[in-house]
């Protein structure tokens, strides 16, 4: 079979590799969505310390299952099925406090484990011990079962932003996060969502989709949030971007107790902002992060999905075969797409 291996940075290479065999407790599928995004940018560009390269790339992932392990029950051959890329370890303090977003053993796909670039993988048993395999309901397309992987991080953003009815919400940047970003907070009732990115062509292609109550460009950016908002600034603010500027904006266009989540994570060298104490001190301001997804999360992404609550077969905007891995990741490298999806 076909595989994209990671070998070093600035090394991916498409190369012929044996089918994998299934072992107890695992499960096989074939892989026919394994959708891109901007952590294969970097994994490609600066590698992961969590990588010990040669490996299989490719964390949002949708396929058929072709084999069953022994001792796995409740599932069957033909089965279609989306899996988690976060693995929590289901046994630590977090995962017994249901924290398993920040569960501190978490292995992923695509890094501890070949992923969704191949034409066939396997599933782990760990994955299966924690309900993180699960099925694509009925009418959701293999393609529209792999973003659920990202929506589901999208939600467990805004639900520790608590965005809800009669918000408005600001989404710093406009890439696909940020396009599910605009989605989701409108199906939990926001009353209004702006977008907002300094790439103003990667912005028109986003609203265009999306349709935001109104897009952000430029260099002051707070004060036109602060006018869309008739001065009260923002009930949320999520920065859907590597951006230290946008997260220090973030603060100042917050309304009084607003929430901003910092959704996006820095790059490592370069990871700390200034902070205006005060403004969270009398505004009563809540910062929360964000990191990834659990089991329960991805499953509840598939229904959201599915129920039309947050459509995602239009944001899927290039579709590439496995051979053509090189080119996806560099399109999403230029923020040329909203979403690249590969079709092993």
């Not at 600001?170 to 009732?189: K, T």
């Not at 609203?207 to 260099?219: E, N, R, Y």
Request: aromatic share 4%; charged share 20%; proline share 5%.
């Amino acid at each position: 079979m076909k595989v994209a291996r990671f070998h070093a940075p600035g090394d991916i290479r498409v190369e012929e590799a044996p089918e994998p065999v299934t072992g107890a407790g695992e499960i096989k599928i074939r892989v026919r969505n394994c959708s891109t995004c901007g952590t294969d940018v970097k994994i490609s560009k600066h590698g992961h310390h969590h990588i010990r390269p040669p490996r299989v790339m490719g964390h949002e992932i949708a396929g058929q299952i072709v084999e069953v392990g022994q001792g796995v029950s409740g599932w069957a051959a033909g089965d279609r099925v989306q899996v988690i890329a976060a693995i929590p370890c289901g046994a630590c303090s977090e995962c017994g406090r249901g924290r398993m977003t920040v569960c501190p053993n978490q292995e992923s796909m695509g890094y501890h484990y070949d992923g969704g670039f191949a034409e066939y993988m396997i599933v782990p048993a760990k994955v299966l011990a924690v309900d993180g395999l699960n099925r694509i309901p009925e009418g959701v397309g293999f393609a529209e079962a792999s973003v659920a992987e990202p929506l589901a991080c999208v939600l467990n953003g805004q639900e520790l932003a608590r965005v809800g009815e009669g918000d408005d919400v600001v989404i710093m940047g406009s890439g696909p996060i940020g396009c599910l970003h605009v989605r989701l907070a409108r199906s939990r009732g926001a009353a209004r969502v702006f977008l907002v990115d300094i790439n103003a062509e990667r912005l028109e292609m986003a609203a265009a989709l999306v349709h935001p109550d109104a897009v952000v460009h430029g260099q002051d950016v707070v004060e036109q949030v602060l006018k869309l908002t008739e001065g009260r600034g923002a009930d949320v603010v999520i920065t859907a971007a590597a951006s230290g500027a946008a997260q220090e904006q973030a603060l100042q266009m917050a309304a009084r107790q607003g929430r901003i989540s910092f959704f996006g994570g820095l790059p490592k060298d370069d990871p700390i902002i200034r902070c205006d104490s005060n403004l969270v001190h009398y505004r009563e301001l809540t910062i929360v992060g964000a990191n990834g997804s659990s089991p329960a999360h991805n499953a509840r992404a598939l229904q959201l999905i599915a129920e039309g609550a947050v459509p995602v077969s239009d944001l899927i905007t290039h579709r590439l075969a496995l051979t053509e891995v090189l080119e996806a990741i560099d399109i999403v490298s230029r923020g040329e797409a909203i979403k690249v999806t590969i079709e092993p």
